[in-house]
């Protein structure tokens, strides 16, 4: 069975369509979104889906703690831990 970690990377280069990466091209501690993988809100809201589906996590829009739990795979991967149907 894969490691989160790794499905996690999987899904973010699967759900982003970031064909030109590997899940070796993404450090688990590096920030998803603005300078280390550049990522945006459009791509916020496609993982949170992906994820959503996924690991089968209710996401809310509203919350204030998506920034953090969305900061990098090792924040989500204790987010999906945490929250696993």
């Not at 209710?58 to 969305?70: G, V």
């Amino acid at each position: 069975m894969k490691s989160l970690e790794l499905q996690l990377k999987e899904l973010v280069i699967e759900s982003l369509d970031l064909e030109d990466m590997t899940v070796d091209d993404i450090p688990a501690d590096a920030a998803l979104f603005g300078d280390d993988l550049g990522l945006d809100s459009i791509d916020a809201l496609e993982l949170g889906i992906a994820i959503k589906k996924k690991f089968n996590i209710t996401l809310s829009a509203e919350d204030e703690e998506n920034r953090k739990h969305f900061y990098s795979i090792n924040t989500l991967k204790d987010f999906v831990t945490a929250n696993r149907a």
